[in-house]
């Protein structure tokens, strides 16, 4: 790494560290204005925007909620509520007025941070909000011109980077969203450890074509102050136009979920022999399964390295892998526990697992969140020896990586017989007339469960039928009791907003009788 890796007790240090050090390298790029700013006018502006809103009652411990799109109003206003030590709970744009009720409703925030109306009308929803709530949150529209004062009026600066200083909730696939608490160094931990996966330096082109607001911006953030490179902003993801700008910017490495990586690739698909952006060295991202077909399709037909990580809400960063690692290792595991993390496999009696063996993934350390803002939820949530049981199965390989096999909650009970879900996904992904898949488990009187695979059918090729997907299953070796006893087709799977994590409950729900 070129530029070594800074380090620093708080996001606000962080930043200032780095625009002493490259004050007019450029940090941040809007991609749809083309507009630039480098590490010393984030710092000005962040300054002058904490100063704007301390003048309207924010200070240290503050709870704020922001809704904002991914762009430079959203990275302003976390660096400024940061340099006035608020606690802040960003939330995705994406979210109507019946989510953000339910956040505003658990976190009882002091100030309500909005955009101007755009597509929606988010100043209306916010006053709709404010009138229905059980308190009143005072709402601030960040349009035009930014509240701006004086960086003379500031408190200090924080000193100290272990106070729970944001709260992400988290997206609710499977239970109620719960509140995770994060201080300035659980973050910043996943953005240095994402810095040293990546192989990221001062010279790379990053992207955030994610919800800023997701947890995964702020790790982001830490990750381009630490390494020195810059990053394009995109507000909305719409593959051909990000493409197109990632091109005019050099972009060396874009990522977000495997929807990103399956667009890229389609994308791709529709001008071979062309390179969709030269300079693309590294696809990267995390947040949903990845089959191992979706590697070498995208590595042979790309043309890039592919790294997928494995963390969650409570735990920005829990393993990685890194360009260079082995093609198989990449393919089938989630890479390696990152520093600052412990992880352990344990079995259902709470025993330790051995090597090879799936068990409830376990994590502890400096780089996990400080409990739930319901603190009745952290004795469930930690195990006798302080590790957060994180609800996934995986395994710890003898290489050490790991590899998740699926989620506590989605293990299949067939005539007493526990089938994988992720097992059978990544299989039947890799049939050509698949574009996606989520296999679950339905009531069943004579089984217990039955097996039922939800089939969104691959781009230009007919449905796939069920006889079909039966053959395929048996060709590939997959023991009878596990092949699926129900094949739906779908036009699209439900998907969540932050990272497009398909939405299970609602696919139990729909085909269940």
């Known amino acids: ?305 592919l790294t997928h990580n494995y963390g969650m809400t409570e735990v920005p960063l829990i393993c990685a892998g890194s360009p260079g690692h082995g093609d198989e290792q990449l393919a089938c595991s989630e890479g390696l526990p990152v520093e600052d993390v412990e992880l352990r496999i344990v079995r259902r009696d709470g025993s330790l697992a051995d090597v090879g063996e799936s068990g409830e993934v376990r994590v502890r350390g400096r780089g996990v969140f400080k409990g739930y803002t319901d603190k009745a939820l952290d004795a469930e949530a930690f195990d006798a020896d302080g590790f957060f049981c994180t609800g996934d199965l995986g395994l710890l390989r003898a290489d050490g990586r790991v590899t998740l096999t699926g989620r506590l909650k989605d293990v299949i009970i067939r005539k007493g017989e526990n089938i994988s879900a992720r097992e059978l996904e990544d299989l039947l992904y890799s049939h050509p007339k698949v574009g996606a898949v989520a296999v679950i488990g339905l009531p069943d009187t004579e089984r217990g469960e039955r097996v039922c695979a939800v089939v969104e059918a691959a781009e230009g090729q007919p449905p796939l039928e069920f006889e079909e997907m039966v053959t395929y299953f048996r060709a590939s070796g997959v023991m009878v009791q596990k092949i699926p006893e129900q094949l739906e087709l779908v036009e699209r799977l439900p998907r969540n907003e932050t990272l497009n994590k398909v939405l299970k409950h609602v696919l139990r729900e729909r085909f269940a009788s």
């Open 1 to 305: 790494m070129k530029d070594p890796l800074l380090s620093a007790p708080t996001l606000w240090e962080l930043l200032k560290q780095r625009a002493t050090l490259t004050p007019k390298a450029p940090m941040l790029i809007d991609g749809s204005r083309h507009q630039r700013l480098s590490f010393a006018q984030a710092v000005d502006i962040a300054e002058r925007l904490a100063a704007g809103f301390h003048d309207r009652g924010i200070g240290p411990g503050t709870l704020v909620t922001w809704q904002l799109p991914t762009g430079l109003p959203a990275v302003m206003t976390a660096l400024a509520l940061a340099r006035l030590s608020a606690v802040q709970n960003p939330v995705i744009s994406l979210y109507g007025e019946r989510e953000l009720r339910a956040v505003m409703e658990r976190s009882r925030s002091t100030f309500l941070i909005v955009p101007g109306a755009a597509e929606r009308d988010f100043p209306a929803m916010a006053a709709h909000l404010q009138e229905s709530l059980s308190h009143r949150p005072e709402v601030i529209v960040m349009a035009g011109d930014l509240p701006q004062g004086k960086p003379s009026t500031l408190p200090p600066a924080p000193g100290e980077g272990q106070s729970v200083r944001w709260v992400y909730y988290t997206s609710g696939t499977t239970s109620e969203p719960k509140g995770a608490c994060h201080s300035d160094q659980t973050l910043m931990i996943g953005g240095y450890n994402l810095a040293r996966a990546m192989r990221v330096d001062s010279t790379d082109v990053g992207t955030v074509a994610f919800p800023y607001a997701h947890i995964g911006g702020a790790m982001y953030t830490a990750m381009l102050l630490a390494s020195g490179m810059s990053a394009v902003l995109l507000d909305r993801f719409k593959v051909a136009e990000a493409a197109a700008i990632f091109r005019q910017f050099g972009v060396t490495t874009t990522g977000g979920s495997t929807a990103h990586y399956e667009a890229f690739l389609a994308e791709q698909r529709r001008q071979p022999g062309e390179p969709l952006i030269p300079s693309l060295r590294l696809l990267c991202g995390g947040g949903a399964p990845k089959p191992p077909e979706l590697y070498y399709q995208v590595t042979t037909e790309l043309g890039c390295a």
